[in-house]
């Protein structure tokens, strides 16, 4: 059992499915998907594709270093244990900040890491088109350090913390 292996209480209205094939149908079925990684290092799959479906994110600053999302806007981040659950809670008992940080999210997942947008830049990048790169707006940090990995358009397995709204009391 995941939860046991990993000294998870049981608590009602929390799932831990551990090791997925499919994080699809959990992340359609959760009001707010966190990602409570205190050591992120490198793109955040599950969370960029969590934002493509527009679904509230809540994570650490470490997760969020790793993206160009905007932190307030985008996703919702927190980094103490009760600050990180209060936001979890508030976002869950808020549609319109579930609706909007889910819309945000999706419209940052869409324009920043849509493997069109960025294989077309990488495709001008080397045809040496810097003048087609440069009049595309991309934010300058982007600009100079693209993503590495982009696996928005396809599911990997993983671990998945889900919360659904009904739960709670909420």
């Known amino acids: 059992d995941v ?61 969020s270093s790793c993206l160009t ?30 609706d909007r940080i889910g819309a945000a999210g999706r419209n940052r997942a869409v324009e920043s890491y849509h493997w069109p947008r960025i294989l077309r830049r990488y495709e001008q990048i080397l045809l040496g088109r810097v003048d087609d790169l440069a009049r595309e707006v991309v934010p300058f940090e982007e600009a100079i350090h693209p993503p590495r990995r982009l696996g928005m358009d396809s599911l990997t397995s993983g671990a998945v913390g889900t919360f659904r709204s009904g739960e709670y009391g909420l």
């Open 69 to 98: 999302a905007e932190p307030g806007h985008e996703l919702i981040v927190a980094d103490q244990a009760e600050d990180f659950g209060d936001k979890v809670v508030q976002t869950l008992k808020d549609d319109a900040v579930c």
């Open 3 to 63: 939860a046991a292996a990993a000294g998870v209480r049981q608590v009602d209205g929390v799932e831990v499915a551990g090791s997925v094939t499919d994080v699809g149908p959990f992340l359609q079925a959760a009001r707010v998907v966190v990602a409570p990684l205190h050591i992120a290092r490198g793109l955040q799959n599950k969370v960029l594709e969590a934002m493509a479906m527009a679904r509230p994110v809540v994570a650490t600053s470490a997760v």
